[in-house]
């Protein structure tokens, strides 16, 4: 960290201290970790960059580099389009971690285990990266296609390092595609392996004591084990988005470049029954758009355009 600063990178400065802050905060040293963000908060923005690549000190090295993809994240609640519910139940589990000295002097814990599932595209994800953010904690993505190995037992070994890991660098750790890790015992196409992946992880859940959040994500929650959902604090349903949150989604993708109120609220008519995901993807084809016409503002007929090509190409028919 000091380092950092003495070379004038202010970026990485900022993050070391958040990560310092979030240290201090799962050692019960709330005070401390509040007062670091508070003068982290006051830094004065500085415009001048440190040349040549930055590194990420919260990235995972050595053998974690394989199974896990780690970084600070920049997104904020801002960034986001939620329901009101899920909204204030990640502020409380924000608030709760925070805080975590303060409810362990009375006998309770914060809510740290996370289950979010719903349709693809609906916000899961970005949804750890915002906690993870809104943190100043690093978000660790468990690799699934490097976790799964061809040699007996080793899966359960690569689960054990990741917790491991957990009270030594505190973090939003994501375990996406869940359903792969924990799908339910007894599965007749299944081998024993998986069995014992999903026992193990139950173990290690049981185990873990650590500071560190964990969240995971799935699009098929009806896959997951029974004994699953028994270790999650919070279980949190990402639906597709309402008409309401189409039109507070166009804003916020497109309220900078000259889309109003009204247009957003005609527009998320037609884009009605789409995902998240989906829309985002349109609004970025209506921003290239704008920009290989050499314009500064988005039309209605830009996004439309988008809405319709994207669902040409690449969306089934949608009842």
């Not at 830094?43 to 960059?49: H, I, K, Q």
């Not at 809510?111 to 809104?134: M, Q």
């Not at 098929?220 to 008409?243: G, Q, Y």
């Not at 829309?279 to 970025?284: E, I, L, S, T």
């Amino acid at each position: 960290m000091l380092q950092s600063h003495a070379d004038g990178d202010e970026s990485s400065f900022r993050k070391a201290a958040l990560q310092l802050a979030a240290a201090e905060s799962s050692s019960g040293h709330v005070l401390v970790a509040e007062e670091i963000r508070s003068i982290v908060a006051k830094l004065p923005a500085n415009t001048v960059r440190k040349q040549g690549p930055v590194v990420d000190i919260a990235a995972p090295r050595g053998d974690l580099a394989d199974i896990l993809d780690g970084g600070h994240r920049d997104e904020r609640l801002h960034d986001i389009v939620l329901r009101h519910e899920v909204r204030e139940l990640l502020l409380r589990v924000m608030s709760e971690n925070r805080q975590r000295g303060r409810l362990e002097r009375f006998g309770v814990s914060p809510r740290r285990r996370l289950l979010f599932h719903g349709a693809p595209g609906c916000g899961k994800t970005l949804a750890a990266a915002v906690l993870a953010g809104e943190m100043g904690l690093p978000l660790m993505t468990v690799r699934f296609d490097a976790l799964f190995s061809r040699f007996l037992g080793a899966t359960a070994v690569q689960l054990r390092a990741i917790f491991a890991e957990m009270p030594r660098r505190p973090g939003v750790y994501l375990f996406d595609e869940f359903d792969s890790v924990a799908k339910a015992r007894g599965d007749s196409h299944d081998v024993g392996e998986m069995n014992r992946v999903v026992t193990a992880f139950l173990q290690l859940v049981d185990a873990d004591v650590s500071g560190s959040i964990l969240v995971a994500a799935t699009n098929h929650v009806e896959l997951l084990d029974r004994a699953v959902f028994r270790r999650f604090d919070a279980i949190i349903p990402f639906d597709k988005p309402t008409r309401d949150q189409l039109v507070d989604l166009i804003k916020l993708r497109l309220g900078s470049m000259g889309v109003r109120d009204e247009a957003a609220e005609r527009l998320a008519g037609t884009a009605e029954g789409w995902s998240f995901a989906d829309v985002v993807r349109a609004c970025d084809d209506a921003v290239r758009t704008m920009a290989l016409d050499d314009r500064e503002e988005v039309s209605e007929k830009d996004l439309i355009a988008a809405l319709e090509g994207l669902k040409r190409r690449e969306l089934p028919v949608r009842s």
